[in-house]
């Protein structure tokens, strides 16, 4: 079986796909970016990303995620700082302001990282409060 971070990440994009014009030029070579029609378009692995959704879409679209997935969030760059921690806390992995897509390249590189690396031996994940993941680091 191979791992997802054996193969060149998929950023799926949901939503309006002009408005990451270009992040294809800022992500590593082999990476590909495919506007996607529907969450049932989305596979294992892949990061997705979600382009200026209403808050109320953002926890139905992360419990709809095949395992293995990354929610990135795109909110307006004038977006409220109440309305980018409910993201958040709707499930969300990241959530970036728009405007630059090399901000952006460079968050969906460091989520693919992350889901690349095995746990640490030194951080024990609990669930917290509405199914939240909390990290507790231990010494």
């Known amino acids: 079986m191979q791992r997802v971070a054996d193969t060149a990440p998929t950023v799926a994009v949901l939503g309006d796909p002009t408005l990451v014009t270009g992040l294809a030029r800022q992500l590593p070579t082999a990476w590909r970016v495919l506007p996607t029609p529907s969450i049932d378009c989305v596979q294992p692995g892949d990061l997705v990303l979600l382009i200026c959704p209403h808050v109320d879409t953002v926890g139905p679209t992360h419990r709809r995620l095949p395992a293995g997935c990354t929610l990135a969030v795109l909110v307006d760059h004038d977006a409220a700082a109440s309305a980018i921690a409910d993201i958040l806390q709707a ?33 024990d994940r609990t669930t917290g409060l509405a199914g939240a993941e909390r990290l507790a680091v231990t010494r």
């Open 91 to 123: 499930g969300a992995d990241v959530c970036v302001r728009a405007g630059s897509t090399a901000i952006l390249a460079g968050h969906l590189v460091a989520c693919h990282r992350r889901a690349s690396r095995p746990p640490s031996p030194a951080v």
